[in-house]
């Protein structure tokens, strides 16, 4: 009852849409995606740099209110510049004028991608199509960025 409240209007996750064969190709470069994906927080804090963060195998911070910063050192230690929208492992990094980092989500391959919205509990991690994720994703002053996630 409540989860179907906190959804009224807002875009579902569509991770159940998702094929099994997508999940399984994601799962070497992104092995918490899925057990991630339509979930939601216990508390408000967990965050979109978090989530791509746990996505990508960082234990616990899924969990945590991630900063700039540990994002920035994970983003520089863990991935490339570049990317493809539709392969696993494409980290989406929404930058401000200032280069500050604002928002980011990661793509699961076949037009798919994850993220979370916001950092408030009732905000759940979302699949929803690359392309979905980028629109819902833009704003003024923001600039789109790919990284590659480096296995």
Known sequence: MVI????AGRRASRHAEVAESTWRRALTVLPAARPLAGTFPDRSGPN???TVMAAAGVVGADTTWMQREPFED???AAT???G???AAGTVLVWRDERRQVQHAAVTL???WALHKPSQRWMSPTKVLTGREVILSSR???CHLARHRIDL
Do not use: S, T
């Open 48 to 50: 979109c740099f978090g």
């Open 4 to 7: 179907r409240f906190v959804e």
């Open 139 to 141: 704003r003024a002053g």
């Open 74 to 76: 994970w983003l520089d």
């Open 80 to 82: 490339r510049p570049g």
């Open 109 to 111: 391959g076949d037009g």
């Open 84 to 86: 493809d929208d539709h």
